[in-house]
């Protein structure tokens, strides 16, 4: 599988990460020698093969639906680049029209 | 006496017998890491006045006759994957340069109320995605060996800090070998728990359902020592089952008359080093005559799990690098035009190469219309490697295998190439993605650099691969070999 640099980008623009036009060149090469690699697994039968996504056997591990109070809410919330009143402050993200 | 040298028991032991204090085996370490960490560079934070805060209060306690925990007083090494309250956690990564947790992983909790000393976080492969530490978002570890040499990855900066005895012990993680093959580069023990034996909670995700903690020490005896604290279900870690946690302490004593090792063909491939396969080979001979029978068996589907783990691990890399937003944690660039810029520069400024590829490599492979044929094969292929070590227990008890296929290799000498870098994972992979324990022990030296062997175990029976790592060290002296250190 080659990558054209436009599929770079757009993979890039999907993931939210801002490349250059030499660095779009150079994961070109890179990510596709990387899925050149991988391509191998299309040649393998697993018709009846179920797929592992997890292997501890566990399924719907649950508990009692009670608050635990974590004790640290102005602490976690203080890790926030910007805060306010035990909020995190985010940019606006709808323009009035 | 040279404290730093010592091991973990022998640290332990003494004390109790009030040979010394916590405070000076804490100085020692310090010593050694002022001594020489400038030219390896393991630690990226130094924890000093709260180690010997920590050190102090357990040397009250010996003082005062009040009981100590095994692993209290004695100095351990994390690594800064590992969240620690008040104590900068970056994994090595820009985007978290300047992060302080105000909360301990469930592991770091446990060294905490044991009384452990914390002398610092060591480096690694910036949020563990790497095989030789100079993926570190600050700069590259060196092996101890050979200071032009990589340590290996991710825990580089654990190994290394243990080799050069400026620790007793450390922490590390294991995704696709980031405990074992340090452990080989650096001529250390270190132990990949099975998948669900030791609590993930704040430790930060890389591939998370391969995602394992684990010790480093000088010997197994240390690590099954550790074990015994580390292991067990934690509320806070749903993919732990309440699997009882065995007397590692005591399994190891038995001898290993009986016990049926494997030998994978496909383990010793074309291309690998002669003395790397001849290390692995001796190995078997020493098993032989401790009692073992060694048996060659096949695991066919080997070949396919570096593929799979190289599509499975970056689709999981791509979602759980999602979180970094600049929005509640970490770097966040704020001079852009708007929400989108944030992201955008916040992401381009803090993380490094690798992190982007994989990224990308998972972002590609998770979406509309690739699904099928990368990720849902992926998972298919893990279920045939799977099932490979499934037939193979039914015929012996643990698995013999070499680490990496060659000994350490030098600084920059793959850093251009990604592709072979993730070959170097070629036999630390597949028991990963069965979710398997695994050991790496010294075993020789060749061309002056240590050489490890890999035991693999089944799910939760740690105590067998720590058995026949602790009866094979009584019965060579392979891993009392320190590196020289200038």
């Known amino acids: 599988m080659k990558l054209s640099q436009e599929e770079v980008e757009h993979i890039a623009k999907l993931a939210r990460l801002r490349v250059t036009s030499e660095e779009t060149e150079k994961y ?70 | 006496m040279e404290l730093h040298k010592l091991t973990l028991l022998e640290a332990f032991q ?58 209290e007083g004695i100095p351990v090494a994390i690594k800064d994957i590992f ?26 909790k446990i060294l905490r109320e044991a009384g452990a000393v914390i002398l610092g976080k060591t480096n690694l492969d910036e949020f563990a995605m790497g095989g030789s530490t100079e993926n570190s978002g600050f700069w590259p570890t060196s092996n101890p060996w050979d200071y032009s040499r990589v ?61 394992t903690i684990g010790p480093f020490g000088k010997n197994v005896a240390d690590i099954a020592m550790i074990m015994e604290y580390l292991a067990g279900p934690d509320s806070k870690d749903a993919t732990t089952p309440p699997v009882v946690v065995d007397n590692y302490s005591e399994e190891i004593k038995q001898d290993i008359k009986g016990l049926k090792i494997g030998l994978p063909k496909e383990y010793f491939v074309e291309g690998m080093d002669e003395g790397v396969r001849q290390t692995v080979l001796n ?25 799979a783990y190289y599509v499975i691990c970056p689709s999981e890399v791509s979602s759980n690098m999602a979180r970094f937003d600049g929005m509640r944690y970490g770097l966040s660039k704020r001079d852009g035009k708007d929400l989108l810029d944030i992201y955008l520069d916040s992401r381009r400024e803090g993380f490094g190469a690798e992190v982007k590829r994989r990224i990308m490599i998972g972002t590609y492979a998770l979406s509309a219309g690739y699904y099928d044929a990368y990720y849902k094969k992926a998972m298919q292929v893990r279920t045939l490697v799977r099932q490979d070590f499934e037939e193979a227990y039914k015929q012996v008890d643990i698995i013999l295998t070499p680490v990496a296929p060659a000994p350490a290799y030098k600084l920059g000498e793959k850093i251009g190439d990604p592709l072979a870098m993730y070959l170097e994972d070629v036999f630390t992979i597949p028991a990963s993605l069965a979710g398997l ?15 490890g062997i890999q035991l693999l175990g089944k799910r939760f029976d740690e105590k067998t691969i720590l058995r026949a790592g602790h009866q094979f060290q009584l019965a060579t002296d392979y891993h009392l070999a320190k590196p020289e250190l200038k």
């Open chain 1, 28 to 97: 070109a090469g890179q990510l596709s020698g990387i899925l050149e690699y991988v391509e191998k697994l299309a040649a393998v039968d697993t018709a009846n093969i179920e797929p592992t996504s997890q292997v501890t056997g566990l399924t719907n591990v649950t508990r009692e639906d009670e608050i635990i109070e974590s004790g640290i809410s102005e602490e976690l919330v203080a890790c926030a680049p910007q805060h306010q009143d035990g909020y995190v402050v985010i940019p606006k993200i709808f323009e009035n029209k």
């Open chain 2, 14 to 71: 003494g004390l109790r017998d009030k040979k010394f204090t916590s405070h000076q085996l804490t100085e020692a370490c310090f010593e050694q890491i002022k001594k020489y960490d400038d030219k390896i560079k393991a630690y990226l934070t130094l924890n000093e006045a709260e180690a010997y805060t920590q050190a102090d209060a357990a040397d009250q306690k010996i003082a005062k006759g009040e009981s100590l925990h095994p692993l």
């Open chain 2, 83 to 108: 969240c620690t309250t008040n104590l900068r956690t970056t994994s090595a990564s820009k985007i978290l340069e300047n992060y302080v947790p105000p909360f301990d992983a469930t592991v770091v």
């Open chain 2, 151 to 211: 340590p290996g990855g991710s825990s580089g900066g654990s190994a290394a800090a243990v080799a050069a005895d400026m620790g007793f012990y450390s922490l590390g993680t294991d995704t696709g070998g980031s405990i074992r093959e340090p452990a080989s580069f650096c001529g250390i023990s270190g132990l990949k728990v099975s998948y669900g034996r030791v609590s993930r909670y704040g430790v930060m995700a890389m591939t998370s359902s391969l995602d």
């Open chain 2, 283 to 307: 190995a078997a001979k020493k098993f032989e005559e401790l009692g073992a029978e060694v048996i060659d068996i096949s695991l066919p589907h080997t070949d396919l799990a570096v593929a």
């Open chain 2, 437 to 451: 324990c695994g050991l790496s022990i010294p075993a020789g030296l060749v061309s002056e650099l240590p050489v």
